[in-house]
């Protein structure tokens, strides 16, 4: 089975009425689209930021398809789902029959079947979340929780709501990410939300044998050097170095990119004072970042996890109501 994945999935992701039936890419998505996502999960926190539960989703089903593991992205889907008093069911892809010969294809019309409402899909192919929407019946959203390398839009609009939160006006706003973007599905996500809300300045600060293929198309400015990079950012956001990656020729050694690109307190202060400082986790401390900095007063990391349950609760509510739209339900 062949997985493709388009560049452009506008047409799949939305109905004839431009509304949201599948979240499969930040790609492609114009301004006023993802700010009715930001805006729908500012909805489910308080003046706290504590998330709310609202029932819209009794009655519904939703379907978690983890084909590769993230206890992180499942868990908060789970919870997301249940606050919408969703019935969730998780599919152990590893002891289904898919493992055992069955096709993906088959898989999902039977759990069509079982009356699911949205399958929330995470796979270690790019494009599978693409692939499965475009086999389902028009009864079923599709989510994309993470697909190779091409995309996670959940992490990457929790990020964008972290973002709006506590920094501000993106039109105002220099962000830097650090890593590997070259094989990050998150940082792509980040990228393409981030030139559709208007930021100043995207900055991508790596090894050259890390940093992206397709800079120039991506719109964003390169540097090797973390202090260059960083000087008078405003949002820092370091990503995660995959550990199956630490042995490739790639990356020298964990020690070594620490040593140039670990965010340090050191490092941070080349950014503006009161900049913020984000990580999709889990962290590996003393790698991509210092405890000191991950745990200091500018840290987001605990308040994207929080809001990535409301993001999650949105974007599940949007398109199940973008479903129900395209039947001609409402």
Known sequence: MHLSSAHTPSRLQLNAQGRLRHFLTTEGLNREQLTEILDFAESFLDQDGAI????LLAGRTVMNLFF??????LTTFAVAAKRLSADVVNIDIAKSSNSKGETLRDMLWNLEAMTADAFVVRHSQSGAAHFIASQV?????????????HNHPTQGMLDMLT???HAGDFSQLTVAIIGDVRHSRVARSEIYALQTLGA??????APRTLQPKDFQQLGIKLYERLEQGLEGADVVIALRIQNE?????????PEEFYALYGLT????????????????GPINRGVEIASEVADGHQSLILKQVNYGIAVRMAVLALTMQGQVTARGEI
């Open 137 to 149: 019946t028009p009864k079923v959203a599709v989510i994309n929780a993470g697909d190779g390398r």
């Open 245 to 253: 990656r630490m042995e490739s020729p790639l990356l020298a050694s």
């Open 265 to 280: 307190p050191q490092k941070l202060a080349y950014a503006k004072p009161n900049a913020i400082v984000m990580h999709p």
């Open 200 to 205: 100043k300045e995207i900055r991508v600060i």
């Open 68 to 73: 590769e593991a993230s206890t992180r992205t």
């Open 163 to 165: 973002i709006r939160r």
């Open 52 to 55: 709310t539960n609202q029932p």
